[in-house]
């Protein structure tokens, strides 16, 4: 079996639970699929999706969701946090709305189960990433209908890259350099993983700790591991971290990466298309 298969089997192999069917908003029946990350968050996760539907029983939180809907696909319910098991955990909300998108659902993956699937699959490779609890996935009439992606708060000790990253870049080249090879070492171990950030500035968060650094990623809503970052898809990963260092810290960083992911042979044409890709020093 190919490594490709052998990823497509891992991802389509985590267990599921069909639930009864429920009567939800208006009297509507549906039914339920849960998928969790693994056999011990069974009851966590189980816990936490009822407490999601019994949500469903109040008016203000069906008049949220309605405006939800109307202007966005999928929202991050962070003023929503769920506790089960002496954790907290975050709901995101998808909506498939045309016919075409709930068709399509009948053969390929939508996006909360392929970030549902990413995030266990980096989980289980060692990648820090926001830990999945459970994905909830409602049908109406055999056709799917929505999706909730379960995952557990991060620490509130982690800061947003893009409320870091002003700061770190101020400072000298020496601590701003330990930064990017912490960066560029876990950008690695995620590239490896078969996997790489989308929308950077909102989906990574850094913790100092002592003379280190530690990053959580999260939402790969449009990752595929079956498609593994390439030579242009590692540079524009690189290239959306850069936009406030200067170019020697591009350079920099790009050879610490390019040794790691042992690679050195791309040095000029990969540092090119970083500088192709960052845009204008802000």
């Known amino acids: 079996m190919s490594a490709k298969n052998q990823l497509l089997r891992q991802l389509n192999s985590y267990r599921h639970r069909s639930v009864k069917q429920r009567k939800l908003v208006g009297g509507q029946t549906f039914a339920e699929v849960i998928l969790y990350a693994d056999e011990s968050s069974k009851d966590a996760a189980l816990e936490v999706v009822d407490k999601w539907l019994a949500l469903y029983e109040k008016d203000d939180f069906l008049k949220k969701l309605a405006e939800v809907e109307a202007g966005h696909k999928r929202h991050v319910f962070r003023d929503i946090p769920i506790a089960a098991k002496g954790k907290t955990f975050i709901p995101k909300y998808y909506r498939h709305t045309t016919f075409s998108h709930k068709a399509k659902a009948l053969i390929y993956h939508q996006v909360g189960r392929r970030n549902f699937s990413t995030l266990c699959h980096l989980m289980r490779e060692g990648v820090r990433v926001t830990t999945p609890l459970a994905l909830l996935t409602l049908y109406q ?10 995952t557990e708060k991060i620490p509130d000790n982690f800061i947003n890259f893009k409320e870091f990253a002003p700061t770190i870049s101020g400072m000298d080249e020496h601590t701003r350099r330990a930064f990017l090879f912490s960066l560029a070492s876990e950008l690695a171990a995620l590239h490896d993983a078969r996997a ?4 950077t500035d909102k989906n990574t968060f850094v913790l100092k700790e002592g003379l280190g650094y530690t990053f959580i990623f999260l939402d790969f809503d449009n990752v595929y591991p079956w498609r593994p970052p390439n030579f242009r898809r590692r540079a524009k ?19 610490e990466y390019l040794k790691l992911i042992g690679k050195e042979s791309w040095s000029e044409n990969f540092v090119d298309e970083i500088f192709k890709r960052r845009g ?3």
């Not at 790489?196 to 929308?199: L, R």
């Open 141 to 150: 009439r055999g056709l799917i209908h929505s999706e909730v992606l379960f």
């Open 196 to 199: 790489y950030t989308e929308d």
């Open 237 to 255: 990963n690189l290239s959306k971290f850069l936009n406030l260092f200067p170019d020697g810290d591009v350079h920099f960083m790009a050879k």
């Open 280 to 282: 204008p020093l802000k």
